[in-house]
């Protein structure tokens, strides 16, 4: 006669090549058995019971001795956890299943996917022949597996054995039908819920992956993968890697250290975080086991504990995704979130070699700048064609090193691409060839308001949205956005660049300078935060912090040459075009060591449009043949065309602006702030300033633009030319409006050489006027401005002598 009330079955716990029989008292290793005293087998059932989860020391003297026995339990306990680390060889140092917590107690962390004992299997079939045993696989039509839901067997003890796995069925199967419809075959889960869940404003940190495979292709790679996963969610706020890289480096340590135990834990709490995630990837025989633990910061508790299995290494990623979303579940997003959200990691890139090069890319480029990451990028591009993201990625980084040209090639493939992006992703692609390869500000604008709208807690998209805005001069909208992008993620130097120098734009000063001291308070250094401390160290007349500024980029890849084109502003700002050309020249020099020729084309164009500018036209044609044959980019085009129709070179010049009307027809800054006033530039030099002036009505609401972050030489060229075609139609009025908005503007022109010239101007509109007393007073401006000027410089020339006239 059967039992009216079997017992519950005694779990036999399995991790790496381990079987735990509670009931029987029994450790295997590979089937065999292992002899495992009593005390050392107590701790480990403790453990097992509590996967995750920290076990007091306290709770195991409770358990192990009655409060009346007399012992030396810190030495007795302590001998006995030595005895079960040998059992498993572990190591407190090298922990793969035991994790020490110092003066606190341990915590197991190595998956366990619970199955039961044979004969109660057994038994369960013979009652209900169409109950499954819970460790069972749920195939759909494609035999994909499907994930299924498991409780811990101590908590239903007394509970029908039948009514429990029928429920555990249904579950499983209503979570198939609702989330895990993408799975892959042989894929198995587990997991556990003890804590209340999240919120979307609790920060998530990802520790490294536990790699016990001795594969080295999983190091990083899965990390990489779970991140993808995760970061498309708008209800997870995972912590970017600059943001646990920088923290690193503020904690004395490198911004790439392995980010596991005490570490990930200190960085989580600095950084405010509620959670850790931990992953690890196993071997079972000839199949892989990957888990993820969701841990508590501050106590270590588990949040979720899931585990997945694949049959073979090509369905890793896979089981990597469906371990992850159904924690993400548990950690309290939303179904409907998932299903939106739920772009698997392996259509990023199948390839996991590919992964793991992109990833020590992402490395890199936190460690030591874009130069060194993109050999690694470009190495996960040769392993995957279609990697998207490293295209993305890759090309945001030439655009920081202004090689713009290379990035919109880029921008252009991971755009073709866009179906192998997550939603974010795409977004972010979006915006991105927008803005850059197309140039259409508009629909940039679209995108980015679609971005921040979908992914509020995004600094990037905050970040780009505010450069949008800025181009379509929408100066406090792009002031407000880096107020955003900096508090979402102040640990980014780009975020507090573009916050300094729109603050200076604003005439800000104060709070630019209070930025910045934040930012260094904060252990943030690097090529463009000297840069920022440069720019603003100018706009104080600070000339000892300036030079500072270019003594440490000295040597430093990525910073000298943007340190030398800044410095080699100033120095003709000032008039000092000898010393001028000599840094520019060296900037261009540090540039093609790099192989950064549209750096090092810039810099020579640069270079002659001031020579242009100050009367030295003939010196300046062969820079313009020099920049073009080295990098002829768009932006390069751009700038010999201005440089060619400030000589009065027609025909090269409308060459270039015809070639770059039609390959541009959406692009808003080439239609109506460059084409205007290079246009405008070959009308003054013909003598019709009416046809000029008529021009450059259409780029008034993008003249107030900063083009470049590598020379200030062309900022304001359409009110600077507007100017002179008003002084050349004899408007004086008219004239000094126009210069003096330029000089009214000291924080966006800074220190191109227009704002001093500008001053020059105003004085001859003034003596235009009539006013020989605010004359004289503009050409002494101009003359103490350039009082240690080159004295073979035509315009200097020009100035003393009209100031001698009308005194």
Request: with cysteine; net charge neutral.
């Amino acid at each position: 006669m059967a039992e009216k009330n079997p017992p519950s079955p005694s779990p036999v716990y399995r991790f790496g090549v381990f079987q735990v029989n509670l009931a029987a008292r029994e450790l295997r290793k590979h089937g065999v058995r292992v002899r495992l005293p009593g005390q050392p087998f107590c701790i480990l059932s403790m453990l097992l019971e509590k996967p995750g989860e920290v076990v007091t020391r306290e709770e195991m003297r409770q358990r192990l001795w009655a409060s009346d026995t007399f012992v030396d339990f810190e030495h007795s306990l302590n001998s006995a956890m030595k005895k079960l680390r040998a059992a498993l060889g572990d190591s407190p140092e090298n922990s793969r299943y035991i994790e020490t917590i110092p003066r606190v107690g341990y915590r197991f962390i190595a998956p366990i996917p619970i199955s039961e004992e044979p004969a109660a299997a057994e038994l369960q079939a013979r009652r209900s022949p169409d109950a499954k045993p819970r460790r069972s696989l749920i195939r759909d039509h494609a035999s994909r597996a499907v994930v299924e839901e498991k409780k811990t067997w101590s908590k239903w003890f007394g509970i029908s054995l039948t009514f429990l796995l029928v429920m555990g069925a249904v579950v499983g199967l209503l979570l198939y039908r609702k989330v895990y419809l993408r799975g892959t075959r042989g894929t198995g889960l587990a997991t556990t819920s003890t804590l209340p869940r999240l919120t979307d404003r609790d920060t998530i940190v990802l520790a490294d992956f536990i790699n016990k495979t001795g594969d080295p292709v999983f190091d990083d790679a899965l990390k990489q993968a779970l991140s993808v996963e995760l970061t498309q969610s708008p209800f997870l706020n995972v912590a970017s890697d600059f943001q646990v890289g920088e923290m690193l480096r503020r904690m004395g340590r490198s911004p790439n250290e392995a980010l596991t135990g005490r570490v990930a834990t200190e960085v989580c709490m600095r950084l405010g975080g509620k959670v850790i995630l931990v992953g690890t990837i196993s071997n079972l025989g000839s199949r892989y086991v990957v888990g993820l633990q969701a841990l508590g910061c501050a106590n270590g508790q588990a949040l979720a504990i899931g585990q997945a299995e694949a049959d073979h290494k090509e369905n890793v990623l896979k089981a990597l995704d469906a371990v992850a979303a159904h924690v993400r579940v548990k950690m309290g997003e939303s179904l409907p979130s998932l299903e939106k959200y739920d772009f698997p990691s392996d259509a990023t890139t199948r390839s996991l070699e590919a992964l793991r090069a992109f990833s020590m890319g992402q490395k890199a480029l936190r460690e030591s700048g874009e130069g060194e990451a993109i050999p690694f990028l470009r190495h996960a591009i040769e392993l995957d064609h279609d990697f998207a993201l490293a295209y993305t990625v890759r090309g945001r980084a030439y655009e920081d090193l202004s090689e713009d040209d290379k990035a919109m090639r880029d921008f252009s493939k991971a755009f073709q691409l866009r179906n192998r992006l997550s939603e974010r992703e795409r977004y972010r692609i979006t915006t991105l060839y927008s803005e850059t390869v197309t140039g259409d500000l508009q629909k940039a604008k679209e995108a980015g308001e679609l971005w921040v709208q979908t992914y509020p807690r995004d600094g990037y998209a905050r970040e780009k949205l505010g450069v949008v805005y800025e181009d379509l001069g929408e100066r406090e909208k792009g002031h407000t956005q880096f107020q955003e992008a900096l508090r979402l993620d102040p640990e980014s130097s780009v975020n507090v660049f573009n916050l300094v120098l729109s603050a200076a734009s604003l005439d800000q000063l104060d709070e630019a300078r209070r930025i910045l001291e934040t930012a260094r308070a904060r252990g943030l250094d690097g090529a463009i935060i000297r840069q920022s401390m440069y720019s603003l160290a100018f706009l104080r007349g600070d000339s000892a912090e300036m030079e500072r500024q270019v003594a440490w980029a000295i040597g430093k890849a990525g910073a000298e040459q943007l340190l030398l084109s800044e410095h080699s502003d100033t120095e003709a700002y000032y008039g000092r075009l000898h010393r001028a050309r000599e840094l520019s020249k060296r900037a261009a020099e540090a540039a093609r060591r790099e192989k950064a020729k549209e750096t090092a084309a810039t810099c020579e164009i640069a270079a002659a449009l001031r020579e242009i500018e100050v009367g030295n036209a003939s010196s300046a044609t062969s820079s313009v043949r020099s920049a073009l044959s080295l990098a002829p980019t768009r932006d390069v085009k751009i700038l010999a065309a201005l440089a060619l129709a400030r000589t009065g070179d027609t025909t090269r010049a409308r060459a270039l602006i015809d070639e770059l009307e039609s390959k541009n027809p959406a692009n808003t800054l080439v239609k109506f702030y460059w084409v205007p006033t290079l246009k405008a530039s070959l009308e003054i030099h013909v003598g019709s300033p009416q046809a000029a002036i008529s021009l450059l009505q259409i780029a008034a609401p993008y003249e107030l633009d900063e083009l470049s972050n590598l020379s200030n030489m062309w900022t304001m060229y359409p009110v600077y030319i507007r100017g002179q075609a008003y002084l050349l139609a004899h408007l004086g009025t008219a004239a000094a409006a126009e210069f003096n908005k330029v000089l009214g503007h000291a924080g966006i022109v800074q220190n191109g050489i227009l704002g001093a010239l500008s001053r020059l101007q105003l004085a001859r509109a003034e003596a235009m006027m009539g006013d020989s007393v605010a004359a004289r007073n503009q050409y002494r401006d101009f003359l103490s401005l350039w009082r240690d000027a080159d004295p073979d410089i035509p315009v200097l020339k020009e100035a003393k002598a009209e100031y001698k006239k009308l005194q």
